[in-house]
């Protein structure tokens, strides 16, 4: 299968791998996927309180390429934004962007799993 | 990472025409174009000669008598033939056939057709190191069995069944014994008389040989066995497989197997040598699970899944440089991971963080260095961006994680 320059390049050299410290209370932690199923992503926002924007984001994937180029794409459209711009990522923004083959289309829900994850446990830590 | 040359390590899944191989089916092209049934000018008579001397190279190969070679286009169309054609020819004997969860897909829906049409099969499971368990095999031997289809060696884990064991079963019950070869002919001494086999298919381009073309072995004598040919036509191959003989291609499978008796004792031990140094290479990572049996195997080959690592990705990671293959749902059209390291019964999560590295004649001891370094680091990458990694490393036991399938 022959993938996207863009994908490769997420893939080859991925954006804001790490982990951002999941007990702090501005952190919110996204873990989406199971191994049996051949991914997982755990994406996680940090939010600037007074703002309510993202100042940082960071992931870890155990997945294909496609699964890891569509976290790591995620992560940088997630820096600066607010969490309302933020629940509005569409997979379908991701699919367009990376170019996903059909098969791949799956990555890119997981992707915006991920983030609704992260955002639903950022604002449960918080009262919102 | 060098782009200027492509490691081969998936010769399982097809290897490479041998030079010599092709300079002999040349001329059968061109100046010896003829068909090896027109019994009545030297055109024929050329093409006919090259078929009989090719049919002799084959069973030199395999301890067979030439006669007992039927060419069709593969082992998959030599599979098919064998099993429906056994259980057509001997439909009023039983219906009942044995067989392995871990065969090939060409003996598995072969049979599952055949189940579709009336037939009893049973698919054997097979032990943790992928072999089948022998007490079960006679067990399951009816009155109306038939046949015990079971392969000689896996083509994703290379284990290798005790084929002699099956074999004095089959004899003792009276049933017939007929294994896929593919991936061990040319490769392995097999003896059909000495192992005692009826029916065993193979093909041309596992063994440096070219496409298209194959050969089912059926045995004439003690037992005689006939199978009722599944394609109609001009009643070549003793009847058993019509269609004008491939001779270019017959050629290159006999000059294979010629080169493979001459050349496997040598291979078999460099192969082994190669294939020890990158498994204990690649097993001193952090993790890693041979997958099948470390003893009963083809010699050139390994199956290791790297944990929490999945497959398609840690490919993607070094195949500008090396083809390989894994048993990852991801580089499968099904979205399934490999069925065979399921029926060992390894976790989806390990058959999702296999691969299959398969050397062959044309692999060197520089290919093996370059690739044990590559997938190391392939591996390391593969572990800093995974999320179950670090939480294998901080001791969270991941069965008790709660993850969320989809």
């Keep these: 299968m022959a993938y996207s320059e863009k994908l490769l390049d997420h893939f080859k050299k991925p954006k804001n791998v790490g982990t951002l410290n999941k007990d702090q209370k501005n952190v919110g932690t996204g873990l989406v996927g199971a191994p049996e199923c051949g991914d997982v992503m755990r994406l996680q926002i940090e939010v600037d309180e007074e703002s309510g924007v993202i100042k940082d984001a960071k992931f870890k994937t155990f997945g294909c390429g496609s699964a890891i180029a569509s976290s790591s794409l995620a992560t940088e459209w997630l820096k600066g934004k607010t969490l309302d711009e933020a629940s509005s990522i569409d997979n ?15 990555c890119s829900v997981l992707a915006e799993d991920a983030i609704k994850s992260a955002i639903k446990d950022y604002q449960s830590k918080n009262g919102l | 990472m060098r782009n200027n040359k492509l490691i081969y390590l998936d010769n399982n899944a097809t ?22 049934a027109s019994r ?32 069709t286009s593969g082992a998959t169309e030599a599979d098919n033939l064998a099993i429906k054609g056994v259980a057509e020819m001997y439909k009023r004997k039983g219906n009942h056939i044995i067989t392995l969860e871990t065969e090939h897909k060409a003996v598995l829906d072969t049979c599952k057709k055949l189940e579709r049409e009336g037939c009893e099969i049973t698919y054997l499971k097979v032990a943790r190191n992928g072999l089948v368990d022998l007490a079960e095999l006679e067990a399951a031997i009816r009155p109306n069995t038939i046949l015990v289809s079971i392969m000689f060696a896996n083509n994703e ?26 991936q061990a002919v040319g490769k392995i001494p097999v003896n059909v008389k000495e192992l005692g086999i ?5 093909s041309g381009h596992k063994m440096y040989g070219p496409k298209g073309v ?26 058993m497989r019509s269609g004008t003989l491939n001779v270019p291609s017959i050629v290159g499978m006999g000059k294979a197997c010629e080169i493979c008796q001459q050349e ?44 929490h690592v999945e497959g398609e990705g840690l490919l993607m990671t070094f195949n500008q440089n090396i083809a390989l293959s894994s048993g990852s749902a991801c580089t499968s ?74």
């Excluded at chain 1, 699919?95 to 799956?106: F, G, T």
């Excluded at chain 2, 030297?42 to 039927?70: C, K, Y």
Aim: proline share 5%; net charge negative.
């Design chain 1, 92 to 106: 379908m923004d991701i699919v367009e962007e990376l170019e996903l083959p059909p098969v791949k289309i799956h």
């Design chain 2, 15 to 36: 290897t490479p025409v041998d030079p010599r191989v092709v300079e002999a089916m040349v001329p059968y092209f061109t100046e010896h174009f003829g068909n090896a």
């Design chain 2, 40 to 71: 009545n000018h030297p055109f024929g008579w050329a093409a006919e000669g090259a078929v009989d001397t090719a049919r002799q190279q084959i069973a030199d190969l395999i301890g067979a008598d030439p006669r007992e070679i039927i060419f």
């Design chain 2, 157 to 182: 884990i290379g284990v290798v069944q005790p084929i002699k064991a099956i074999s004095d079963l089959c004899s003792k019950h009276k049933v017939l014994f007929m294994s896929d070869a593919t």
């Design chain 2, 198 to 202: 009826h029916l065993m298919a193979f």
């Design chain 2, 214 to 239: 194959g050969v089912l072995y059926v045995s004439r004598k003690s037992p005689r066995v006939k199978v009722t040919a599944q394609m109609d036509g001009g009643g070549h191959e003793r009847g």
């Design chain 2, 264 to 307: 496997m004792e040598t291979e078999m031990a460099r192969l082994e040598k190669l294939r020890d140094k990158l498994e204990s290479e690649l097993m001193q990572i952090e993790e890693v699970v041979l997958n099948g049996h470390p003893e009963y195997r083809m010699p050139h080959m390994t199956n290791l899944s790297f944990k």
């Design chain 2, 333 to 406: 059209a099904s979205l399934e991971p490999s069925y065979v390291l399921k029926a060992l019964g390894l976790g989806d999560d390990l058959a999702h963080s296999s691969l299959r590295i398969s050397l062959g004649r044309f692999t060197s001891e520089e290919d093996i260095d370059y690739a044990i370094a590559a997938i190391r680091d392939g591996v390391n990458h593969m572990r800093d961006l995974s999320p179950i990694w670090e939480m294998f490393k901080e001791g969270i036991d991941l069965d008790s994680v709660e993850w969320s399938e989809h």
